[in-house]
T-cell receptor, first 114, second 114 residues
Framework: AQSVTQLGSHVSVSEGALVLLRCNYSSSVPPYLFWYVQYPNQGLQLLLKYTSAATLVKGINGFEAEFKKSETSFHLTKPSAHMSDAAEYFCAVTLYNQGGKLIFGQGTELSVKP | KAGVTQTPRYLIKTRGQQVTLSCSPISGHRSVSWYQQTPGQGLQFLFEYFSETQRNKGNFPGRFSGRQFSNSRSEMNVSTLELGDSALYLC?????????????FGPGTRLTVT
């Protein structure tokens, strides 16, 4: 069965600093991977997705993620943090034959200090 | 296009009661998935409906059930409520026919069981 592990339940960065949120997956077959963001009292918004077309994926709001099969990782990065990036971020995995079933990591809360 | 809507947004119920939550997907989307979000267990997949049929199911007891109507609207029902059912219930819609299923989330229904 597939699973997702997010390293660090809370990450704090200064405004303008690099954002790095870590995600490792476990899957016996090639997965589809996603990053979602959740702002307080809201649903989840898709940031980006990996579908095997390209290992470096660019998403919205300046975020990107790189799929590394050898490391089973899909870390999320942003070169320069903005105060508005403060939110909770979720990495998720699904498989080709599992349709609308997403398996989520535990989430990482990102704080941005002025 | 209008986004995913969920009603009601907030709900307070007593142990032993039952509750029905509603989700209206994005127009044209045929897949609706339901998730439970709690601080302790995180985001967990409940089930997915596609064209009025349950296509995927998570590991929840039979007290949790759902259905989908011909217009793709979906309802989720929880019977014999327990305190542990207090959670944010999120639904997500997708076209459901092209992998990977890019899911769009609603704002959620916050259920409190007392």
């Amino acid at each position: 069965a597939q699973s997702v592990t997010q390293l660090g339940s809370h990450v704090s960065v200064s405004e303008g600093a690099l954002v790095l949120l870590r995600c490792n997956y476990s899957s016996s077959v090639p997965p589809y991977l996603f990053w979602y963001v959740q702002y307080p009292n809201q649903g989840l918004q898709l940031l980006l997705k990996y579908t095997s077309a390209a290992t470096l994926v660019k998403g919205i709001n300046g975020f990107e993620a790189e799929f590394k099969k050898s490391e089973t990782s899909f870390h999320l990065t942003k070169p320069s943090a903005h105060m508005s990036d403060a939110a909770e971020y979720f990495c998720a995995v699904t498989l080709y034959n599992q349709g609308g079933k997403l398996i989520f990591g535990q989430g990482t809360e990102l704080s941005v200090k002025p | 296009k209008a986004g995913v809507t969920q009603t009601p947004r907030y709900l307070i119920k007593t142990r032993g009661q039952q509750v029905t939550l509603s989700c209206s997907p994005i127009s044209g989307h045929r897949s609706v998935s339901w998730y439970q979000q709690t601080p302790g267990q995180g985001l967990q997949f409940l089930f997915e409906y596609f064209s009025e049929t349950q296509r995927n199911k998570g590991n929840f007891p039979g007290r949790f059930s759902g259905r989908q109507f011909s217009n793709s609207r979906s309802e989720m029902n929880v019977s014999t409520l327990e305190l542990g059912d207090s959670a944010l219930y999120l639904c997500a819609s997708s076209p459901g026919t092209v992998n990977p299923y890019e899911q769009y989330f609603g704002p959620g229904t916050r259920l409190t069981v007392t």
